[in-house]
């Protein structure tokens, strides 16, 4: 079975800092995907970043990065220069490739960026 | 492009009404989901559809059935709303053939069953 740990019910940055916001994962799958979600207070999901089990760089997109320790099973979000604007849940997501295509989420963690 | 469109946004049953929930998608994309949020839980999946003509339970679908109408659209149905089944609902769709392809989500649909 495959399963997604966040292990951060919330944090806090300042504004201008860094964050890390964990995800652990476990899988039996040799190729699966790892995918970031931010939803912002006004509800929507709005996709972030994407890693693949084989792909030899961490992903990056803006001020996204991904910190992928494959055998550690971590896939930890990094918010560069945080803004008032990043304040917003976040979700770790995985998909599998053993014969089905569904998405499993983590339980998310609030991010409350501070002035 | 739409993208990914539910209706209603918003809803309030009573116990024991029935109600159907549509998302339509104009990605072309095969594979559709609907998931529940709750606080706390994250997203659970209800029912998905791999392709048109298919649809399998996720890790919640007791309560729900789904119809998999065409390849645009794929509507979730409450038989018999329950005060558990007050949730924030999503459908979203994605392309299973490219493993990097991003759930694309509706805005979600509020239910408060009462």
């Known amino acids: 079975a495959q399963k997604i740990t966040q292990t951060q019910p919330g944090m806090f940055v300042q504004e201008k800092e860094a964050v890390t916001l964990d995800c652990t994962y476990d899988?039996?799958?040799?190729?699966?995907?790892l995918f970031w979600y931010k939803q912002p207070s006004s509800g929507e999901m709005i996709f972030l970043i994407y890693?693949?089990?084989?792909?030899?760089q961490n992903a990056t997109e803006g001020r996204y990065s991904l910190n992928f320790q494959k055998a550690r099973k971590s896939a930890n979000l990094v918010i560069s220069a945080s803004q008032l604007g990043d304040s917003a849940m976040y979700f770790c997501?995985?998909?599998?490739?053993?014969?089905?295509?569904?998405?499993?989420f983590g339980t998310g963690t609030r991010l409350k960026v501070l002035a | 492009n739409a993208g990914v469109t539910q209706t209603p946004k918003f809803q309030v049953l009573k116990t024991g009404q029935s109600m159907t929930l549509q998302c339509a998608q104009d990605?072309?994309?095969?594979?559709m989901y609907w998931y529940r949020q709750d606080p706390g839980m994250g997203l659970r999946l209800i029912y998905y559809?791999?392709?048109?003509?298919?649809?399998d339970k996720g890790e919640v679908p007791n309560g729900y059935n789904v119809s998999r109408l065409n390849k645009r659209e794929f509507s979730l149905r409450l038989e018999s709303a329950a005060p558990s089944q007050t949730s924030v609902y999503f459908c979203a769709s994605s392309e299973p053939g490219r493993l990097g392809s991003p759930l694309h989500f509706g805005n979600g649909t509020r239910l408060t069953v009462t």
């Open positions: 559809s791999a392709s048109e003509g298919t649809t």
């Open positions: 990605m072309n994309h095969n594979s």
């Open positions: 997501a995985m998909r599998g490739t053993s014969g089905t295509y569904k998405y499993i």
């Open positions: 890693q693949g089990s084989y792909d030899e």
């Open positions: 899988t039996s799958d040799q190729s699966y995907g």
